[in-house]
């Protein structure tokens, strides 16, 4: 008798991320819950932050590395009058100033500042490599570093609520209830430390959620309780389908495709990037991008 699970369908799962878990975490879960070694991420997810975390099993494992370039959504609370050595509440605190004077104005001020295309330092607690060691790393072992400036896209910064609150250690704070969409590789803890450092009375984030990546909401994400109960696969198909611009091919092409022939791309896909690549029956062929008007393939799935 042969008790062994099913292999999991190639597919996305979109996660929404508990707080406390690593995005690693998120992965040793789901390789238990689908019965694989097989599972990757498109995008880190900070341990304190909640929300959307794309996770691809088995083939779709080859879509990520290209789905963590899109944009992304957050709602986060800043918080003006604290700095922490983290940039967020995870981390210890290194200043305290009185808050409450700031104007909604500045802050207004200070928000229109950072949106737009801007040059970002990440957090030095964040995952960059600096001459191949993580700054995390670096800063964990109490050296002194510096990150280079890197551009990022902030398409919207809005600024919903503003709320008098006092810190444990007494200090009069504020509190901002915000929005963001960004590109991949923002940090929304460097923007909330550096609204607060342009306000002149630091400041730090102190809660985040994810609510979108790419094309993928935070209304089609399942717990990994629900998961466990019940395993939500996108198949690879559908999930290429809502990621990239898509080219159905008749027959011959695709088993040109197929035998690894570089097709001739219609001039509509040209600065596209990835398209994905169907048959007629509706199959998800590959993906590929343009390269001197020819199709070459960035992953094969047919």
């Not at 050595?85 to 950072?114: F, K, N, P, Q, Y």
């Not at 959620?209 to 094309?215: A, D, K, N, Q, Y």
């Not at 629900?226 to 092409?253: G, H, N, S, Y």
């Amino acid at each position: 008798m042969n008790d062994r699970k099913p292999t999991p369908p190639d597919g996305l799962v979109i996660v929404d991320k508990p707080s406390g878990f690593t995005s690693h975490d998120v992965v040793a879960k789901m390789r238990g819950i689908a019965g694989t070694r097989r599972v990757g991420h498109a995008g880190t997810l900070d341990p304190m932050a909640t929300g959307v975390l794309v996770l691809g099993v088995e083939r779709a494992t080859k879509l990520l590395g290209h789905l963590a370039l899109t944009e992304k959504e957050y709602l986060g609370t800043i918080r003006l009058g604290q700095t922490t050595l983290t940039d967020d509440a995870e981390g210890e605190i290194t200043a305290s100033a009185d808050a409450s004077a700031i104007s909604r104005g500045a802050i207004d001020a200070g928000v229109a500042e950072l949106t737009g295309e801007i040059m970002q330092v990440p957090s030095r607690v964040s995952a960059i490599k600096i001459n191949g060691v993580r700054s995390y790393k670096r800063a964990r072992d109490g050296e002194e570093f510096d990150i280079p400036a890197r551009p990022v896209t902030i398409s919207s910064f809005t600024l919903y609520d503003v709320r008098d609150a006092v810190a444990d250690d007494g200090t009069p704070v504020l509190d901002l209830v915000v929005s963001v969409v960004c590109s991949s590789g923002t940090y929304i803890r460097a923007l909330a430390r550096d609204l607060g450092a342009g306000l002149g009375v630091g400041g730090h984030l102190t809660a985040l959620r994810r609510t979108r990546v790419g094309p993928y909401r935070i209304d089609s994400a399942r717990t990994l309780d629900q998961l466990q109960e019940e395993l939500t696969i996108m198949p690879v198909a559908e999930a290429a389908a809502a990621a990239f611009r898509r080219w159905d091919v008749d027959a011959k092409r695709a088993r040109l495709l197929a035998n690894g022939v570089r097709l001739e791309m219609p001039d509509e896909y040209a600065d596209s990037g990835p398209v994905a690549v169907y048959d007629p029956q509706g199959r998800f062929l590959a993906l590929v991008e343009t390269q001197k008007g020819k199709a070459k393939s960035l992953a094969v799935f047919g």
